[in-house]
């Protein structure tokens, strides 16, 4: 009977070369990747293999498939799964990257920030206005704008640090520190002006504090996670 169990990701705009690593460390000890799973990939028990672990990102017109992943056929991946735009390949240790120079790797991080981005703005746009209208009505369409609001920005949050992260390394690809660090930054620096509005803002409405209230967990909470995931699998590391 074929056995399989669960991995956590740390998310792949954040840290795909660690993800990579250790689906390789599982290969090694016969634990195979079959596909992704919600914020992880479902592995399966098989023969330890050295294989290699890598994604792109494409978006793929009807018809497209076939050929896109025989060219990467033809060159040593082999496809594994595929999540939206994101394919996951895997090759024998030694296969000749993916992405083997530059300009290719910053082909594939402007194709994930681009794809990201059209899905960032229009939630990003819609979530500000609920806000902005939460702020200025009163009474029964302030509570049902606050709802919506908030709601939204469960979404929208999440979504606006990936894309700062994409564009994190699209351009430490493209060799712009100054860009790479502020977009690394900006979660960091909304979380500082969150924390001073909210100690010295006491005549702020409450859609306001709400705001910050959710900006403060949006940064602070998804940060002592992936702390922690990331000590987890580098102590786990150390044990295989």
Same mark, same amino acid.
């Given at each position: 009977m074929m056995q399989t169990k669960y991995i956590t990701s740390g998310g792949?705009? +954040?840290s795909e070369k660690k993800d990579m690593e250790k689906l390789r460390r599982f290969s090694l000890n016969g634990w195979h990747v079959k596909g992704f799973k919600f914020m992880g990939y479902i592995l399966e028990k098989g023969e330890s293999t050295d =294989?290699?672990?890598s994604v792109d990102c494409r978006s793929l017109k009807e018809g497209e498939e076939e050929e =896109? +992943?025989?060219f990467f056929s033809s060159a040593g991946w082999l496809h594994i799964a595929?999540?939206?735009n994101i394919h996951l390949f895997r090759a024998k240790s030694g296969t000749k990257p993916i992405y083997s120079d530059r300009d290719t790797l910053i082909e594939k991080y402007a194709n994930l920030s681009g794809s990201m981005k059209g899905l960032a703005i229009p939630i990003v746009f819609i979530t500000t206005l609920?806000?902005?209208?939460?702020?200025?009505?009163?009474?029964?369409?302030q509570s049902v704008l606050l709802v919506i609001a908030v709601i939204l920005s469960v979404i929208?949050?999440?979504v606006a640090w990936t894309v700062c992260a994409t564009y994190n390394n699209k351009w430490k690809a493209k060799e712009k520190k100054g860009l790479a660090n502020l977009a690394t930054t900006l979660p960091f620096f909304l979380l500082f002006l969150a924390v001073i509005l909210l100690v010295f803002g006491n005549g702020l409405g409450s859609p306001v504090h709400v705001l910050v209230y959710m900006v403060i967990g949006a940064v602070a909470v998804p940060s002592v996670i992936w702390g922690s995931m990331s000590l987890y699998h580098k102590l786990n590391g150390k044990k295989e």
């Open positions: 792949l705009a +954040f =294989y290699i672990y =896109y +992943f025989d595929s999540e939206g609920a806000w902005m209208g939460a702020m200025v009505s009163s009474g029964t369409w929208a949050i999440p």
